[in-house]
C-alpha cells in the first residue's frame, strides 16, 4: 500500500510566476496583448486547474504600483472541480498548474543550472 497524505489547500496559494501570463502588464504589451501559442495556464479571466484540487479563475491582478508587475492575483475557486471532476454542462480546463498552500509552505533557495557537462550524456 502506498499509504495516504494531507495535502492542505487553503485561502492563499502561491503559484509559479511562469504560470501567468499577463495580457494585461509588460509582458503582455511585448506580445501584443495576446498569450504565446499553446499557453494553457493561468490567464486574466482565464481557467486553470491546480494539481490534485480544485479549478481556479483569476479575476482580479494586484500590481506593483512602481513596476506594473503583478504581485497578487485574486481568483474565485470552483468547489464542485475538486479531485478532476468536471461538472456537467462545463468545459474541461486544458491547463494544470503546480501550487503550495501559503501557510505551510516553507521558504528555501532554488538554484537553477542550465547545463552541468559539455557533452549532452555524460
Known sequence: EMGDRVVPFGKHVFIERSDFFDTEGPEGAANNNKPPKGFKRLLPGGKVRLKYAYVISCDEIVRDPDTNEPIELKCTVYPETRAGVTPEGEARVKGIIQWVEA????????????RLFKTEEP
Open 103 to 114: 501557510s505551510t509552505a516553507v521558504k528555501c533557495k532554488v538554484n537553477q543550472y542550465d
